[in-house]
């Protein structure tokens, strides 16, 4: 499976072969990525306080909907990186600076919007859960 050593640029032979790079990616995004190791943790507590707060079916999805767009903002953010660093190179750029900065809002944004997300569907639960 592992294609790290291979220098391939011609297309996949097979699915197998597809399947090899994929994991490659994986590789790099879960265990290179500090940023998607956190936000991995804030996952976690999220599922942790679902199950905590018995939430319903319907939050859940929004929950997970929330936690899911936050770690592909983050998927895009570290694909923006590799592009503009295999662009520009070891140099200061300032429209990489702008590209690269913008990735980072948006992550940003995404996060906070998840965060609102979370506080609209688990602090009803926590209150009437402490109300009682
Ligand atoms: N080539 C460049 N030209 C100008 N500014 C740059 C360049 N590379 C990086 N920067 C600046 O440095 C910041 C951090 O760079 P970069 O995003 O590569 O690091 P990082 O630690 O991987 O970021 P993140 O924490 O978002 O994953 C960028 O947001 C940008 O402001």
Redesign the pocket.
């Known amino acids: 499976m592992d294609s790290k050593n291979n220098r391939q640029i011609t297309k996949n032979k097979n699915f197998a072969q597809a399947l090899g790079h994929a994991w490659d990616g994986f590789y790099l995004i879960f265990f290179r990525?500090?940023?998607f190791r956190i936000h991995l943790v804030g996952m976690a507590l999220v599922i942790v306080a679902g199950l905590l707060l018995r939430v319903d079916r319907r939050s859940w999805l929004w929950l997970l909907l929330a936690c899911f767009l936050v770690l592909s903002a983050e998927i895009v953010?570290?694909l923006v990186?590799y592009l503009?660093?295999l662009v520009?190179?070891?140099?200061?750029?300032?429209t990489?600076?702008k590209i690269?900065?913008i990735?980072?809002g948006g992550?940003l944004f995404t996060a906070g919007t998840a965060v609102l997300i979370g506080v609209i569907v688990l602090l009803p639960c926590l209150l009437a859960k402490l109300s009682f």
């Not at 520009?88 to 750029?93: S, T, Y």
Request: aromatic share 4%; hydrophobic share 30%; net charge negative.
């Open positions: 990525e500090r940023n953010n570290t990186e503009v660093d520009v190179g070891p140099h200061f750029d300032p990489a600076k690269k900065d990735a980072a992550v």
